[in-house]
Nanobody, 117 residues
Framework: QVQVVESGGGLVQAGGSLRLSCAAS????????MAWYRQAPGKQRELVAR???????AYAGSVKGRFTISRDNAKNTVYLQMNSLKPEDTAVYYC???????????WGQGTQVTVSS
């Protein structure tokens, strides 16, 4: 069952910014870590950033200092602010709630981010 809906992607020039949003069902959002992932063509899905219910964050090395993950617990929404975008950030971005080696939600459709050079 898909319990997340991603939005906010688009086409942007290198150096630009985008803000992604992920609306999640309350049942998985309130009690769990939320995370953003991305999958580029021909590559495996990778973890980009995650945030605990208390607001502690962690980032992949490739985005640290450029991306910021945040959550609005009242809206069951998690955000990903992406600044200084690079062409290598081009991918489909997904959100989910990790649970061990699995996830609480089936994968949504994601949102496409394309960064032109």
């Amino acid at each position: 069952q898909v319990q997340v809906v991603e939005s906010g992607g688009g086409l942007v020039q290198a150096g630009g910014s985008l803000r992604l949003s992920c609306a999640a069902s309350g049942s998985i959002f309130r009690l769990n870590i939320m995370a953003w992932y991305r999958q580029a063509p021909g590559k495996q899905r990778e973890l980009v950033a995650r945030i605990t219910t208390g607001g502690s964050t962690a980032y992949a090395g490739s985005v640290k200092g450029r991306f910021t993950i945040s959550r609005d617990n009242a809206k069951n929404t998690v955000y990903l602010q992406m600044n200084s975008l690079k062409p290598e950030d081009t991918a489909v971005y997904y959100c989910n709630a990790p649970h061990g080696s699995s996830w609480y939600s089936d994968w949504g459709q994601g949102t496409q981010v394309t960064v032109s050079s």
